[in-house]
């Protein structure tokens, strides 16, 4: 029904910088939430940023100041602007969005696949 299909990871070098993009397709009435999430190795799953549809946005404490997330209400893609980048960012990164099927249905949260980022030191 819907798909969230991420791009832009990568391997960078500390300091660098990355852009990561999910883009949602399919059976969409509309958006509410979207939001990057990022699951180290051995760690919990953990919220990067968020931002509703008027833009109203959340950033995790590790990451204010150097990650800035945005989104395209008309083409349903939301990005995250990743710069200064530390190798404690090494993560696989998640797409997010509460997504509404119809106009009497509630918001459902769908996942993207994950694309890996890695920064060396």
């Known amino acids: 029904q819907v798909q969230l299909v991420e791009s832009g990871g990568g391997l960078v070098q500390a300091g660098g910088s990355l852009r990561l993009s999910c883009a949602a397709s399919?059976?969409?009435?509309?958006?509410?939430?979207m939001g990057w999430y990022r699951q180290a190795p051995g760690q919990q799953r953990e919220l990067v940023a968020s931002?509703?549809?008027?833009?109203?946005?959340n950033y995790s404490d590790s990451v204010k100041g150097r990650f800035t997330i945005s989104r395209d209400n008309v083409k349903n893609t939301v990005y995250l602007q990743m710069s200064s980048l530390k190798p404690e960012d090494t993560a696989v990164y998640y797409c997010?969005?509460?997504?509404?099927?119809?106009?009497?249905?509630?918001?459902?949260?769908?996942w993207g696949q994950g694309t890996q980022v890695t920064v060396s030191s």
């Open positions: 931002i509703l549809s008027g833009g109203s946005t």
């Open positions: 997010n969005a509460d997504v509404k099927l119809a106009w009497y249905t509630n918001p459902g949260p769908y």
């Open positions: 399919g059976s969409i009435f509309s958006i509410n939430g």
